[in-house]
Every structure is written in structure tokens, then in C-alpha cells.
């Protein structure tokens, strides 16, 4: 086990296999020293356990923890691409995606659910840029979706 698994088993989290992929796509390609992966949604155990809306039918808190969820399923499609999550040099960029209601507008509080796991896994290396950004729907009526890119060593 890495020494991010070990973290992650700290916080009570076990990696989940990596969630199958809903069409034609892989859920992360590896591309030199940089990984990126498809958008991820809160699936666990193969199933998307809330849907909706944040701001009508989800609460922003709600919401903030499955883009946890989508954060340990991004770990797991990088660890699928390497091997080993101790690879990783640092997060880059993670993009989030939050299904909101028309008057909702707290999308940052929501994809911090993501960033602070990622802080938490992978501290220094997990610093990263970001963007928040609310939606009208994402597959499957799933509240928030999240993609990461990394820097990876070789």
C-alpha cells in the first residue's frame, strides 16, 4: 500500500476500483509526466446513490461530500494509469461540476469537498488550481462531477 493509501485509510477511506466507464471514453490516459481523467461522478460501488439538484433536492453539505466521493474515484482512475499514487508530484488543476438549481451559487463550497480530500491525501502535492462551475444536468442526474489533472514522476 502507498503511503497516499495510507492517508486516505487514516481518514477511514479505502481507493475504490475504478468506477466503469458510462460511454466511449477510458477513465484516465496518461500523456507524459501528466495524468488527466475523465470526469467522475460520486458512484459507489457502482452506483450513484444521490441525485438531483444542489440547492433544491441535495444540500450543499450533501453535495460537498459526494465531491469527495468523486475525489477518491479521480484517485483511483490516476492509480489506475501509474501503479502507485506515491507518483504523483502534485495536483493541477481539478475541474468541478456542480448540477445546481437556478438560484444556487455556492459551487466553491461544494467542489472543496474535492480539493480538501486532496489536500488531506496528498498534502503539499495536492495544492492545486481550480474551477468551480454550476450546471444545468450531468449524467445520470448526479449532483457534482469532478476531473483532475496531475503531475506524475516517471
Same mark, same amino acid.
Given at each position: 500500500m502507498s503511503a497516499v493509501e495510507d492517508k486516505l485509510a487514516g481518514l477511514g477511506l479505502t481507493l475504490p476500483e475504478v468506477v466503469a466507464p458510462l460511454a466511449a471514453y477510458v477513465p484516465s490516459v496518461r500523456s507524459g509526466s501528466y495524468v488527466y481523467t475523465s470526469g467522475q461522478l460520486p458512484m459507489v460501488e457502482g452506483k450513484l446513490g444521490v441525485t438531483g &439538484? $444542489?440547492?433544491?433536492?441535495?444540500?450543499?453539505?450533501? #453535495?460537498?461530500?459526494?465531491?469527495?466521493?468523486?475525489a477518491l474515484n479521480a484517485l483511483a482512475a490516476v492509480?489506475?494509469?501509474?501503479?502507485?499514487?506515491?507518483? $504523483?508530484?502534485?495536483?493541477? &488543476?481539478?475541474? /468541478?461540476?456542480?448540477?445546481?438549481?437556478?438560484?444556487?451559487?455556492?459551487?466553491?463550497?461544494?467542489?472543496?469537498? #474535492?480539493?480538501?480530500?486532496? /489536500?488531506?491525501?496528498?498534502?503539499? #502535492?495536492?495544492?492545486? #488550481?481550480?474551477?468551480?462551475?454550476g450546471v444545468a444536468v450531468l449524467p445520470l442526474d448526479a449532483p457534482v462531477e469532478v476531473e483532475i489533472q496531475v503531475e506524475v514522476a516517471d
Open positions: &439538484k $444542489v440547492g433544491a433536492e441535495v444540500t450543499p453539505e450533501e #453535495a460537498k461530500e459526494l465531491a469527495r466521493v468523486c492509480k489506475s494509469a501509474i501503479g502507485d499514487l506515491d507518483k $504523483v508530484v502534485r495536483v493541477v &488543476k481539478v475541474v /468541478g461540476f456542480v448540477a445546481s438549481a437556478p438560484d444556487f451559487t455556492g459551487q466553491p463550497g461544494v467542489i472543496n469537498g #474535492a480539493s480538501e480530500l486532496l /489536500g488531506e491525501a496528498l498534502g503539499e #502535492a495536492g495544492v492545486h #488550481a481550480r474551477s468551480a462551475v
